[in-house]
């Protein structure tokens, strides 16, 4: 379903390409996020997917940024989507159409509220990224807290669970009194998902010169990747064990009106359905490997949810 929407969209050119997408199995991913979702939820988050994989190619695997003012040029194309009208340039490129179709689909019916909070979500991405590409440019190599806040921006992982509101039916619920713990909540799954990406993507990051969590712990550490893959692991658990102490908390909370905790209660379903979904999809893609579609060689990069 994703493979023939990206073939009619553009974002799949060629044979390679659509070997790459196939391997990556989004239908796994957004299947687990939304296991009893209507068909055209469970597709349109799939779409998002592809589409945010297909960015993160462009940046890390075909060296977008290495050049100044390349991926700030790219990015400036993607943030006229979120204006009133795109600029006259970049309106008939391909990524900024598919861009603008997922948003005017996945932002219709949505509240101001909601679309402010995705814009600046999407946003501050692309701010990451041209950040990260900076930094890989001068040569600067981070230090682990560094890496960690930077690391939460670039994984895509808030925009997708604004997505995941619209596609998933659950709204985030905005109140004084769990706005802090709910943070942290989208917060962990950042960083479960992205220390988990930077587990199975090794290898390619190496090749990309690409700073990687493995790679940070090794040289902060003094330590062989096998034992800085030990260490990233360990993280991974401990900001798991965080993740489900926090969702217990919000669904033991009670001074909220019976309506908001239903809906609270709902949200923290969802946001764990997806940190489940994302774990396993990890531990099943191809798109790590070195041949698309290889069986991966890595293994499950943490136990399965």
Excluded at 267 to 284: C, G, K, N, P, Q
Aim: hydrophobic fraction near 45%; glycine fraction near 8%; charge should be neutral.
């Amino acid at each position: 379903m994703v493979l023939s929407w990206a073939l009619d969209v553009g974002l799949v050119a060629d044979a390679r390409e659509e070997r790459r997408l196939a391997s990556a199995r989004l239908d796994v991913l957004a299947g687990g996020a939304l296991p009893r979702g209507e068909v055209g939820d469970v597709a349109l988050t799939a779409r998002w997917a592809a589409f945010v994989c297909w960015v993160d190619d462009q940046i890390d695997r075909r060296g977008l940024g290495s050049v100044p003012g390349q991926l700030e040029a790219f990015t400036a194309q993607l943030r006229q989507v979120f204006t009133a009208e795109p600029g006259r340039s970049a309106a008939s490129l391909t990524h900024v159409a598919v861009l603008r179709g997922l948003w005017k689909q996945t932002a219709a019916g949505m509240s101001a509220g909601w679309r402010s909070r995705f814009t600046g979500d999407y946003t501050d991405f692309l701010d990451a990224c041209g950040q990260e590409a900076a930094l890989r440019r001068s040569g600067v190599r981070l230090p682990l807290a560094d890496y960690v806040e930077l690391r939460r921006r670039t994984i895509t992982l808030l925009p997708m669970l604004d997505v995941l509101e619209r596609t998933g039916h659950a709204a985030l619920v905005e109140d004084p009194r769990v706005d802090t713990r709910l943070e942290d909540l989208r917060w962990a799954v950042a960083d479960v998902a992205g220390w988990a990406n930077d587990l199975a993507s090794v290898a390619d990051d190496e090749v990309a010169g690409q700073d990687n969590l493995v790679g940070v712990l090794a040289r902060q550490d003094g330590c062989s990747t096998a034992e800085a893959r030990q260490r990233a692991a360990a993280m991974i658990e401990d900001r798991r064990a965080g993740f489900r102490a926090t969702a217990a908390a919000l669904r033991a909370e009670s001074r909220l009106p019976q309506d908001r905790l239903e809906e609270l209660r709902r949200y923290v379903d969802l946001v764990e359905r997806f940190m489940s979904a994302t774990l396993h999809w990890l531990a099943i893609t191809g798109r790590f490997t070195a041949r698309a579609g290889a069986p991966a060689a890595h293994g499950p990069p943490v136990p399965r949810s």
